[in-house]
């Protein structure tokens, strides 16, 4: 879910209807039936414009005047002697008024007049701060705790501002609220806690995920019922909520005032895929089995134990294949069961969070057989060093780089809970608190090109995509060390073919000519079906190393873009905005762009662009072409 400012939203609406989906009939003069369908402005100045064909607006009384935004005609009034704290019939004042329709300037002179910031009025009994928290008028907001409002004041409902936020999704102004000081676990007269309201009032995942991400506890108790947040998702049937509870580690045994758990509350409600997710949860954590202790006892061995696991496969595959028996039955049966041994491991002792190492350890476990079947199967037929040494130097830079784009990573960007505090504050109060800016996931500024990686769930500067052959995103630090593995594991398959030809040519009789296609591959799986499973392993890595090579090569030299930047153009021009693919102001020519990529000097031949891309927020460039190329 993106964060949405309305703060330039013209919203004429009556303050007096209650939270949520409960509503309200406004007592006495109703001025809300006036005014719910205007138009949404702009600025004042289009709403003078406007205003201008609609009435003459100087016989307006001053609160009609202030929900409109007609500064003349309110400072006027007041310079005549109104009272700017004097309550209208319905206990609402001008800066009531001025709040709920976000008229900031209008905020500034009745302040300066004497108008009481924190004062209550509407059947709410809420203050100005509480109203523009409803709206979700992030820059009236900060407006208002720049004069001193005070946001841990409750309404006649017993809500705080922050409640009010999450109950309304105003993801910004949580944010804030939580930067400038208000505790996320702060409880309202109902004891409730903010994520707690999320869980029960909000269904969906947000704003509970991101409240978690504010480090709101998944296992305070309110004041009441002594339920948790995850009691208050299984009552109201919020299964995102619940989801994103238990991955955060809420505790299922816990026992509210009644003496019941969460799942005791679903089996009374009888939902039955609450019940499963429930359970679920509870058997992972009461789990006592030797090989599951084994295995999260050395939670930092899983990528061996998933690399042996793919080894042992691999073999067991290739073996099975590589039997003397002539019985293709026998052979698919012990196919079927090796596979069905496999998907039970995998499902009982791989945590999901493990799942995404599985390409990895693939491909590992695959290059570790092509070396093995290299030396014992092809060194005999073609021992020339002028294969061996071109293989082994293949070999080496494939490992090599995959370290270095492994452990080098793609450049995360990390920065302290007080940074994040001070970002929120700065840009809420700049107002350019903007997802297109500002990442709401990990709560910074990003950086010009990065982008949020929902499987890392981190923000990567440069970002290029995320590699599941390498269970780990591409970006600025580690392109260039994967396109080098890219390269070095293309000419591995490239030799390892070339290694299955010879071998097929003096080991295997074959009677193409005569008998044609089929018998041709009868005969070729026969003679050894071991070297068949090995070349299957390599047409199909070098399928996927093929594209993404030439991919990368074309975006980095032609384009000068990452897979990030090019789909979202690509998108665009789907979308009937055209941006031309090579028109971008990342684009320096095919030669500047291979200098810049690989940092090329030759002894000082070349003077590559050096940017530091976790820190980069801007560019040299004209602002249009800047503005054009913003990628999200």
Same mark, same amino acid.
């Given at each position: 879910?993106?964060?949405?400012?309305?703060?330039?939203?013209?919203?004429?609406?009556?303050?007096?209807?209650? $939270?949520?989906? @409960?509503?309200?009939? =406004?007592?006495?003069?109703?001025?809300?039936?006036?005014?719910?369908?205007?138009?949404?402005?702009?600025? &004042?100045?289009?709403? @003078?414009?406007?205003?201008?064909?609609?009435?003459?607006?100087?016989?307006?009384?001053?609160?009609?005047?202030?929900?409109?935004?007609?500064?003349?005609?309110?400072?006027?009034?007041?310079?005549?002697?109104?009272?700017?704290?004097?309550?209208?019939?319905?206990?609402?004042?001008?800066? @009531?008024?001025?709040?709920?329709?976000?008229?900031?300037? *209008?905020?500034?002179?009745?302040? =300066?007049?004497?108008?009481?910031?924190?004062?209550?009025?509407?059947?709410?009994?809420?203050?100005?701060?509480?109203?523009?928290?409803?709206?979700?008028?992030?820059?009236?907001?900060?407006?208002?705790?720049?004069?001193?409002?005070?946001?841990?004041?409750?309404?006649?409902?017993?809500?705080?501002?922050?409640?009010?936020?999450?109950?309304?999704? %105003?993801?910004?102004?949580?944010?804030?609220?939580?930067?400038?000081?208000?505790?996320?676990?702060?409880?309202?007269?109902?004891?409730?806690?903010?994520?707690?309201?999320?869980?029960?009032?909000?269904?969906?995942?947000?704003?509970?995920?991101?409240? !978690?991400?504010?480090?709101?506890?998944?296992?305070?108790?309110?004041?009441?019922?002594?339920?948790?947040?995850? %009691?208050?998702?299984? !009552?109201?049937?919020?299964?995102?909520?619940?989801?994103?509870?238990?991955?955060?580690?809420?505790?299922?045994?816990?026992?509210?005032?009644?003496?019941?758990?969460?799942?005791?509350?679903?089996?009374?409600?009888?939902?039955?895929?609450?019940?499963?997710?429930?359970?679920?949860?509870?058997?992972?954590?009461?789990?006592? $089995?030797?090989? *599951?202790?084994?295995?999260?006892?050395?939670?930092?061995?899983?990528?061996?134990?998933?690399?042996?696991?793919?080894?042992?496969?691999?073999?067991?595959?290739?073996?099975?294949?590589?039997?003397?028996?002539?019985?293709?039955?026998?052979?698919?049966?012990?196919?079927?069961?090796?596979?069905?041994?496999?998907?039970?491991?995998?499902?009982?002792?791989?945590?999901?969070?493990?799942?995404?190492?599985?390409?990895?350890?693939?491909?590992?476990?695959?290059?570790?057989?092509?070396?093995?079947?290299?030396?014992?199967?092809?060194? &005999?037929?073609?021992?020339?060093?002028?294969?061996?040494?071109?293989?082994?130097? =293949?070999?080496?830079?494939?490992?090599?780089?995959?370290?270095?784009?492994?452990?080098?990573? &793609?450049?995360?960007?990390?920065?302290?809970?007080?940074?994040?505090?001070?970002?929120?504050?700065?840009?809420?109060?700049?107002?350019?608190?903007?997802?297109?800016?500002?990442?709401?996931?990990?709560?910074?500024?990003? &950086?010009?090109?990065?982008? %949020?990686?929902?499987?890392?769930?981190?923000?990567?500067?440069?970002?290029?995509? $995320?590699?599941?052959?390498?269970?780990?995103?591409?970006?600025?630090?580690?392109?260039?060390?994967?396109?080098?593995?890219?390269?070095?594991?293309?000419?591995?398959?490239?030799?390892?073919?070339?290694?299955?030809?010879?071998?097929?040519?003096?080991?295997?009789?074959?009677?193409?000519?005569?008998?044609?296609?089929?018998?041709? *591959?009868?005969?070729?799986?026969?003679?050894?079906?071991?070297?068949?499973?090995?070349?299957?392993?390599?047409?199909?890595?070098?399928?996927?190393?093929?594209?993404?090579? *030439?991919?990368?090569?074309?975006?980095?030299?032609?384009?000068?873009?990452?897979?990030?930047?090019?789909?979202?153009?690509?998108?665009?021009? $789907?979308?009937?905005?055209?941006?031309?693919?090579?028109?971008?102001?990342?684009? %320096?020519?095919?030669?500047?762009?291979?200098?810049?990529?690989?940092?090329?000097?030759?002894?000082?031949?070349?003077?590559?662009?050096?940017?530091?891309?976790?820190?980069?927020?801007?560019?040299?460039?004209?602002?249009?072409?800047?503005?054009?190329?913003?990628?999200?």
């Amino acid at each position: 879910m993106e964060w949405q400012d309305t703060s330039s939203e013209c919203q004429l609406n009556c303050p007096h209807g209650q $939270h949520g989906a @409960h509503k309200q009939e =406004s007592s006495g003069n109703n001025r809300e039936e006036s005014y719910n369908n205007s138009s949404q402005a702009t600025s &004042p100045a289009e709403h @003078h414009r406007d205003l201008a064909f609609m009435e003459d607006y100087s016989n307006w009384d001053i609160v009609k005047a202030t929900q409109y935004g007609i500064i003349d005609r309110c400072k006027e009034l007041i310079e005549a002697g109104y009272d700017v704290r004097q309550p209208d019939k319905e206990n609402v004042t001008l800066l @009531h008024w001025a709040a709920i329709n976000n008229r900031t300037e *209008l905020i500034k002179y009745y302040v =300066s007049k004497g108008a009481i910031v924190d004062q209550l009025g509407g059947d709410l009994n809420s203050t100005p701060l509480h109203w523009a928290t409803r709206q979700g008028h992030l820059s009236m907001v900060v407006l208002l705790l720049k004069y001193g409002a005070d946001p841990s004041l409750v309404d006649r409902e017993g809500f705080t501002c922050l409640h009010l936020a999450v109950q309304f999704q %105003h993801m910004p102004i949580i944010a804030y609220l939580v930067a400038k000081g208000q505790d996320v676990d702060a409880p309202d007269m109902n004891g409730q806690t903010p994520i707690m309201v999320a869980a029960y009032k909000i269904i969906g995942p947000e704003p509970t995920r991101f409240l !978690i991400k504010l480090n709101a506890s998944v296992n305070a108790v309110d004041k009441v019922q002594r339920n948790t947040a995850l %009691h208050w998702a299984v !009552i109201s049937g919020n299964v995102a909520a619940l989801n994103v509870l238990l991955d955060a580690g809420a505790n299922v045994e816990v026992k509210n005032a009644m003496g019941e758990t969460p799942l005791g509350l679903a089996q009374q409600n009888r939902n039955p895929w609450i019940i499963r997710c429930l359970l679920d949860a509870d058997v992972d954590r009461s789990r006592s $089995h030797f090989m *599951l202790k084994v295995l999260k006892s050395f939670e930092k061995y899983k990528l061996l134990l998933l690399f042996l696991m793919a080894v042992a496969v691999i073999w067991v595959t290739g073996y099975i294949a590589d039997m003397e028996s002539d019985s293709w039955l026998l052979k698919g049966v012990l196919f079927v069961s090796s596979w069905l041994v496999v998907q039970l491991i995998i499902r009982r002792f791989v945590s999901m969070q493990t799942y995404s190492y599985i390409p990895l350890a693939f491909l590992s476990a695959s290059l570790f057989w092509m070396v093995i079947t290299w030396f014992i199967r092809f060194l &005999p037929d073609i021992p020339d060093s002028r294969f061996q040494i071109p293989f082994a130097l =293949s070999i080496t830079g494939c490992i090599y780089y995959f370290y270095k784009t492994w452990t080098i990573g &793609p450049g995360y960007l990390q920065v302290s809970e007080q940074d994040k505090k001070r970002t929120v504050v700065a840009l809420a109060e700049a107002d350019c608190l903007d997802p297109r800016i500002f990442c709401t996931r990990c709560l910074i500024r990003k &950086p010009l090109r990065s982008k %949020h990686c929902a499987v890392c769930d981190c923000c990567v500067a440069k970002y290029d995509h $995320h590699c599941l052959w390498i269970a780990s995103c591409i970006g600025a630090w580690n392109q260039r060390y994967f396109v080098g593995f890219l390269f070095f594991l293309f000419t591995v398959v490239a030799w390892m073919s070339y290694g299955i030809i010879v071998y097929w040519s003096l080991h295997c009789t074959t009677s193409y000519e005569k008998d044609g296609l089929w018998t041709f *591959l009868i005969q070729i799986i026969s003679c050894s079906p071991w070297v068949v499973w090995v070349f299957l392993l390599v047409v199909f890595h070098s399928s996927w190393v093929t594209f993404l090579l *030439l991919n990368q090569l074309y975006q980095i030299l032609y384009l000068g873009l990452t897979t990030n930047e090019r789909i979202s153009l690509i998108k665009r021009a $789907h979308s009937g905005r055209f941006l031309g693919l090579q028109q971008n102001p990342f684009n %320096h020519g095919c030669c500047q762009n291979l200098v810049d990529f690989f940092q090329c000097r030759c002894f000082g031949l070349f003077k590559p662009n050096q940017m530091d891309w976790t820190r980069q927020y801007s560019m040299g460039f004209e602002q249009p072409r800047a503005n054009e190329f913003q990628f999200v």
